[in-house]
């Protein structure tokens, strides 16, 4: 794996690999805690379960998980923001039998079935296994699982997509060269949670190059004069998140080039680049190359991606998602899985190296959307997105998704695991979510439901009772901003509950 390969060539040094709320990870530390992890892990459990890691932006957590990589394991970072109930549903399908927990919850709360370990226990590790070397070949390989990330499914139970060294060194060697990530001593931005793909960019292209990644941990994102403050210290020469997030920053007035003078580059990825936002970024930060970046967690992070220039932004159509990577070719087709021709919509498909194994445990969902194709005489993995798009000159276009699935400041969300877990709730007979937009973008979700059983208290007080059950079951992200309470949902004429007539109503 050149992860591992990139912190060994830079374990002599005295580069530091990560920054987060002013405490330093160097390179030779990275090296050296990963073997002692990695080693931990193979002599306590001979099989190669994967590991959760649950928790933040803490600098030990990266240690973690290439520890995982050298014992050969794969890894699953559950962000901060999943409730434990939704990290005990991700538990109860992987089974592992480590999760390292770097937030508050107790040990307690994750059952008897699994070995708990917080930062202290990690450190006695470090002390106890300092001595400890791991040979290559333990290192995970090839088709082998580096790590797993578990994204909203429709039934209410999130999907863990599984990504393997092959996977990641494909997608990193053409990241590395589109971004021109070098060995320079680059400072990156670690902004986005370990649980969304797009932080992969930073992580991988960075670690791989002796990068220091300047992380954002949570604390500091609820604390816009501190997360501004960082800023202006950071030195950062590469932006890397979703447009909401630069969205975000935009509202404060000296987020420019003066706060930021080393920012070079900035590359958005995750939901739709507006016009707007391109322009506003271009002019608080003149020169920077800003770059539009498209891809599901499914195809390791992104498979498209185009430089966003004054011609685009002055084009009639929308910014395009850009052009194919290298290694993966980019297919629209119609309903039959037929190529339209350019300038037809169609359901983008994505084929080659890059495109994940499928779901893990869940041949059934796997077997919906991946398949296999040949492209020059090789069987290639194959995966339909579930995006509509088209292609003019062979740039690619995005235009809207053929299901529930939706973006939210840039969190992936399937409204349908919204609806399931809602039912979960005491007292909900059914519910339905509905994206509420502004601007063209949505701005919030808001959620309807009907009682099994009518009480005395008020629906404001039944609502807020409501998000707070639903609050313990999935990320708060997901949780709608209200829930209104209805006597019985309108019905359509196919017997479907009518969420055009619901929302008409809102
Ligand atoms: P995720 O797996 O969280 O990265 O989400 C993948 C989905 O986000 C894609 O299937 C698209 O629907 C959407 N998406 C990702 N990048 C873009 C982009 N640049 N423009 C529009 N939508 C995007």
């Given at each position: ?19 987060c ?16 992890i ?8 001979s ?12 600098n030990l957590?990266?240690p ?19 409730p ?7 538990a109860?399908e992987?089974?592992p ?9 107790s ?6 079935n ?9 450190n ?8 400890e070397?791991i ?14 990330l578990f ?7 999130p ?5 393997s ?8 060697k ?7 990530i070098?060995d ?10 370990y649980?969304f793909d ?8 960075g ?8 992380s954002?941990?949570k ?12 800023f ?15 969205g ?9 080039s ?37 891809g599901?967690?499914e195809a ?21 998602i ?13 309903k039959?899985?037929?190529e339209?021709?350019d300038g ?5 498909i ?19 959307v991946?398949?296999?194709e ?13 995006d ?34 809602l039912?979960k ?12 937009y ?6 919030y ?7 099994k059983?009518?009480?005395n ?19 708060s ?14 019905i ?15």
């Amino acid at each position: 794996m050149e992860i591992i390969k990139g912190i060994k060539k830079y374990a002599n040094t005295d580069r530091i690999a990560l920054k987060c709320d002013g405490e330093e990870l160097s390179y030779k530390d990275l090296e050296r805690f990963s073997e002692s992890i990695g080693a931990y892990l193979k002599e306590v459990h001979s099989d190669n379960t994967p590991i959760i890691i649950y928790g933040n932006k803490d600098n030990l957590i990266v240690p973690c998980m290439i520890g995982a990589l050298k014992s050969g394991r794969a890894y699953i970072p559950l962000d901060v923001t999943f409730p434990v109930e939704r990290v005990l549903t991700v538990a109860e399908e992987v089974e592992p039998k480590i999760i390292f927990n770097f937030t508050d919850s107790s040990k307690e709360e994750f059952g008897l079935n699994v070995t708990v370990l917080d930062k202290d226990d990690i450190n006695r590790i470090l002390e106890e296994y300092k001595n400890e070397v791991i040979n290559e070949a333990s290192w995970v390989k090839n088709d082998e699982n580096a790590y797993m990330l578990f994204t909203s499914g429709s039934t209410g139970k999130p999907k863990g997509v599984q990504i393997s060294s092959n996977n990641l060194d494909n997608f990193t060697k053409w990241i590395i060269d589109y971004l021109k990530i070098d060995d320079s001593g680059m400072i990156i931005m670690n902004q986005v949670s370990y649980s969304f793909d797009v932080s992969v960019i930073a992580l991988y292209g960075g670690l791989i190059n002796g990068a220091t990644l300047f992380s954002l941990s949570k604390k500091t994102m609820g604390n816009y004069k501190e997360l501004f403050k960082q800023f202006s210290e950071s030195n950062i020469n590469l932006w890397v998140s979703t447009p909401s997030f630069v969205g975000i920053c935009l509202n404060e007035d000296s987020f420019n080039s003066k706060m930021m003078p080393k920012l070079n580059s900035m590359i958005v990825l995750g939901e739709v680049l507006s016009k707007n936002l391109s322009k506003e970024v271009l002019e608080r930060f003149p020169g920077l190359r800003l770059m539009n970046g498209y891809g599901p967690t499914e195809a390791t992070v992104a498979v498209t991606a185009i430089d966003v220039t004054d011609d685009i932004i002055n084009d009639d159509k929308s910014i395009p998602i850009g052009y194919a990577m290298d290694g993966i070719e980019i297919k629209i087709v119609d309903k039959n899985g037929k190529e339209v021709a350019d300038g037809e919509k169609g359901e983008i498909i994505m084929i080659g190296k890059s495109v994940s194994k499928g779901y893990f445990k869940n041949q059934e969902k796997t077997n919906e959307v991946f398949y296999y194709e040949e492209i020059n005489g090789l069987k290639e993995r194959a995966y339909r997105a579930g995006d509509i798009g088209y292609r003019i000159d062979g740039k690619i276009y995005y235009c809207g998704r053929k299901d529930f699935q939706i973006k939210l400041n840039g969190f992936r969300i399937e409204i349908e695991d919204i609806e399931n877990n809602l039912c979960k709730v005491p007292n909900v007979r059914n519910a339905v979510v509905l994206p509420v937009y502004k601007d063209e973008k949505i701005a919030y979700l808001q959620g309807v439901v009907e009682l099994k059983e009518k009480n005395n208290l008020s629906n404001l007080k039944n609502g807020v009772m409501i998000k707070k059950e639903l609050e313990k079951l999935i990320q708060s992200y997901m949780v709608p901003r209200s829930i209104k309470i209805v006597d019985e949902f309108p019905i359509n004429t196919n017997g479907k509950i009518d969420r055009k007539k619901l929302m008409e109503e809102m």
